[in-house]
């Protein structure tokens, strides 16, 4: 079974600073996905970025980026010049390639940008 | 392109009371989930449909909960007797079958409230 755990309920950072958050996770297939959603208040999930476990280079979506280490079974997402909108709920999410195709979701961090 | 539809977006009822969500997911998008976000965790997927047939429930409460996806596009889910723990948003997501990551596009929600 796949496992994800996000250690930070809560952060917080200053407008146009960089913010990491936290993601580990546990499975035991070979070839799976991970993911990062942004859940902002009262409004619905969105994609912000993706990785494939085969994949050694790290996945960058403008100013989101991932660091993902495989073998410490790590993934975290790196937000630089963090803006006001960037404030919402942060889900890490793995899911295996093949079979059932569900997502997997930690806890989710509470990100809060501050002006 | 329209975006996955859900209504209600908010119910509140009573324990033992019956419910119902609907879901109408993106056009031409073959799979739908069904997840259960309680307050403070990350959605946990209830049940998934390939087109009309039902690929993973194994974490449907069968005993009072049911889902159905007539003709492969709409889908309900149906909460009869309800308990209070069933307090959660209930997301549907839907995802095109076959595409490279088969990414989940979510609805905005039906926030349930048990008494």
């Known amino acids: 079974a796949q496992t994800v755990t996000q250690s930070q309920p809560e952060m917080s950072v200053q407008e146009a600073e960089t913010v990491t958050l936290s993601c580990t996770y546990d499975?035991?297939?070979?070839?799976?996905?991970l993911f990062w959603y942004k859940q902002p208040p009262s409004r619905q999930m969105i994609l912000v970025i993706r990785?494939?476990?085969?994949?050694?280079q790290n996945a960058t979506e403008n100013r989101f980026s991932v660091n993902f280490q495989k073998a410490a079974k790590s993934f975290s997402l790196k937000i630089s010049d963090s803006q006001l909108g960037d404030t919402a709920m942060y889900f890490c999410?793995?899911?295996?390639?093949?079979?059932?195709?569900?997502?997997?979701f930690g806890k989710g961090t509470k990100l809060t940008v501050n002006p | 392109e329209a975006g996955v539809a859900q209504s209600p977006r908010y119910k509140i009822i009573e324990k033992r009371q019956s419910v119902a969500f609907w879901c109408n997911p993106i056009?031409?998008?073959?799979?739908l989930y069904w997840y259960q976000q309680i307050l403070g965790q990350g959605p946990k997927l209830l049940i998934q449909?390939?087109?009309?047939?039902?690929?993973?429930d194994s974490q449907l409460p069968k005993d009072r909960f049911s889902a159905e996806r007539l003709k492969g596009v709409d889908s309900t889910l149906k909460i009869q007797p309800a308990k209070l723990e069933d307090s959660a948003v209930y997301l549907c997501?839907?995802?095109?079958?076959?595409?490279?990551?088969?990414?989940?596009?979510f609805g905005p929600g039906t926030r349930l409230t048990v008494l």
């Open positions: 990785q494939e476990a085969y994949k050694q």
């Open positions: 999410a793995s899911r295996s390639e093949g079979g059932s195709e569900k997502l997997v």
């Open positions: 449909f390939q087109n009309n047939g039902v690929v993973d």
């Open positions: 499975t035991s297939e070979n070839n799976y996905y």
């Open positions: 997501a839907s995802s095109f079958y076959g595409s490279a990551y088969n990414e989940q596009f």
């Open positions: 056009s031409g998008h073959a799979t």
